[in-house]
């Protein structure tokens, strides 16, 4: 059983920051690429970054210069720092991540998202 967990969503104010981690766990041998989504109400959803497993990285226009996306290998771990919020910026955060496991392959896993919220 693979899982990711999210953590660091909230309420923040115009112009604040937060950070977004996102844990891999279970029977994994090899984590490749890792990616941040975002889900507002009656939008779909949308790429925001990614990261491979060698550490190149890619960002969704609406957020350059503004998000960084980090992963740690050892930890099975990655990072979205979110600085300089806008409200359109509100949406429910997804991780998704492509895994391994013995026996059954690469496919990409997703977790429960987490709400970020950017509001005076």
């Known amino acids: 059983q693979v899982q990711l967990v999210e953590s660091g969503g909230g309420l923040v104010q115009p112009g604040g920051s937060l950070r977004l981690s996102c844990v891999a766990s279970g029977s994994i041998r090899r984590i490749d690429d890792m990616g941040w989504y975002r889900q507002a109400p009656g939008e779909e959803r949308e790429m925001v970054a990614g990261?491979?497993?060698?550490?190149?990285?890619k960002y969704g226009d609406s957020v350059k210069g503004r998000f960084t996306i980090s992963r740690d290998n050892a930890k099975k771990t990655a990072y979205l720092q979110m600085n300089s919020l806008k409200p359109e910026d509100t949406a429910v955060y997804y991780c998704k991540a492509e895994i391994y496991v013995l026996g059954r392959g690469t496919r990409d896993y997703w977790g429960q998202g987490t709400q970020v919220t950017v509001s005076s």
């Open positions: 990261i491979s497993s060698g550490g190149r990285t």
